[in-house]
């Protein structure tokens, strides 16, 4: 089930669209790409390998299925470049309950609340699709996304390699009192008709 592009407004009260990804955004997504700082690429993709995105991760992250992989981008259409940030959910090959949650936000645009309206889309459109559970990986010196996710309510451990977080999807009670999970819950309870009604 596709969902039509939603219509709304950031917490300072950008009029933006939230859409999901289209093959004809392989541009867009380059470009945005570009647009991030050096350690905003290392923090999300972990790869020092410059300002230009392989064709095999544009191909991967446009190859979409909405039940096993879907891409979310915000857009503030007042903008030359629109794209503010966009997030990803791919289901669990062998675990169809749980699937890996990323997001990215450009660097100019963090603590406006767009990660967490991201995340709040992909909960609701991973939920429809019957996952249960959103797991993300962080670097450590990640300290930025760490601290969001656990505001968010993610429950992290490292793994000896890696951060890890969790998420459950059925379970809002488990949300802290943050002001984070606190714009999550209300995206998530405005949201949840353009997902989960007529299912």
Not at 71 to 83: E, Q, S
Not at 125 to 146: C, D, H, M, P
Request: glycine residues 8%; aromatic residues 10%; contains cysteine.
């Amino acid at each position: 089930m596709q969902t039509p592009p939603l219509q709304l407004k950031l917490r300072d009260g950008t009029a933006i669209h939230v859409r999901g990804l289209l093959p004809e955004d392989r541009q867009h997504l380059a470009e945005a790409y570009r647009k991030l700082s050096p350690q905003a690429r290392f923090n999300r993709f972990w790869t020092h390998t410059g300002e230009v995105i392989g064709e095999g991760m544009l191909d991967r992250l446009l190859d979409l299925n909405s039940a096993t992989h879907q891409a979310w981008a915000v857009l503030d259409p007042a903008r030359p470049f629109p794209g503010i940030g966009v997030a990803s959910w791919w289901r669990n090959k062998t675990n169809p309950d749980e699937a890996e949650f990323s997001a990215t936000v450009l660097d100019g645009d963090h603590s406006r609340g767009i990660g967490t309206l991201l995340l709040a889309v992909l909960w609701l459109s991973a939920f429809r699709e019957g996952i249960r559970e959103f797991v993300a990986y962080s670097l450590t010196e990640n300290y930025q996304a760490i601290s969001w996710m656990l505001d968010c309510g993610a429950q992290g451990h490292w793994d000896g390699y890696q951060n890890v977080y969790r998420w459950n999807l059925e379970n809002l009670d488990l949300l802290p009192n943050t002001p984070a999970a606190e714009d999550l819950a209300k995206w998530l309870d405005h949201l949840a008709p353009e997902f989960l009604d007529n299912r």
